[in-house]
């Protein structure tokens, strides 16, 4: 698997594709932290607070996460290396495990750069050290759990397709039901008998309820009862050449 995973590394950042995708996160993030106007610029407010960061990183990474992973199987099957890959001395799983975290370490690596603005604000409050580092380590480690399962659903994506631009959309879409979708359902007048449970079905109210610096039990379940589910679901994808 680790052979597999390098290669994997190895292959995004050897095209400017990878580092085109870093860049746009970070001077994404960097522009809604520090350019943009509003009442969550720290520059503007006075407030030594980096709560934007963290409503927009999941919008942006909506779009990124999804280019980042359409090329992990879709390639493959293009290309007709995906026969020569499911022969390798490698169980489906560690071929999915392999290729999840390859785009996971890339994701983390983009995330490792959100520090950079913590400790800026951290020097930059009055007094020093004045923010408010339980929310930001708590919605920092919901970021990431929330990226891992954009991940997780990118692979499954790409796994159903060889057209990457297909396993992008399908991506995106996914990626917006789960995060958002389910609050939308949940607001459905015939739905309103069930609305906390289908509330519960999505990505948001679990991330929101990280993002308060309580790290819940329950919230850690869900984030890897989905990641994990699509995993399966994507070995299963692969098994399917046997049937």
Partial sequence: MLPLLRKEIRTF?????GYF???????????????????????????????VLFEMAPWIYLFLIPAVCMRLFAEERKQGTIELLLTRPISDMGIVLAKYL???????????FCLVYY???????NPVGSVDSGAFWGSFIGL???????????????SITDNQIVAFLLALISCFFFYIGFDYL????????????????GINEHY?????GIIDSR???????????????TRTVLQSRNW
């Fill in 219 to 233: 919230d850690l379940l869900y984030f890897f009862w989905v990641i994990i589910s699509f995993l399966l679901i």
């Fill in 102 to 112: 390859a785009g996971l370490l890339v994701v983390v690596f983009s995330l490792l």
């Fill in 119 to 125: 400790y800026s604000i951290y020097y930059l409050g």
């Fill in 186 to 201: 949940g607001d459905l007048s015939s739905l309103k008998s069930v609305q906390s449970f289908i509330i519960s079905m």
């Fill in 208 to 212: 929101r309820s990280i993002s308060r």
């Fill in 21 to 51: 995708i870093l860049s746009i996160f970070l001077i994404s993030t960097g522009l809604f932290v520090w350019v943009f106007p509003g009442n969550s610029n720290p520059l503007e407010t006075g407030y030594a607070n980096l709560d």
């Fill in 13 to 17: 950042f050897s095209s400017l594709t």
């Fill in 144 to 158: 990431f759990l929330l990226a891992a399962v954009y991940v997780s659903i990118g692979v499954f994506a790409s």
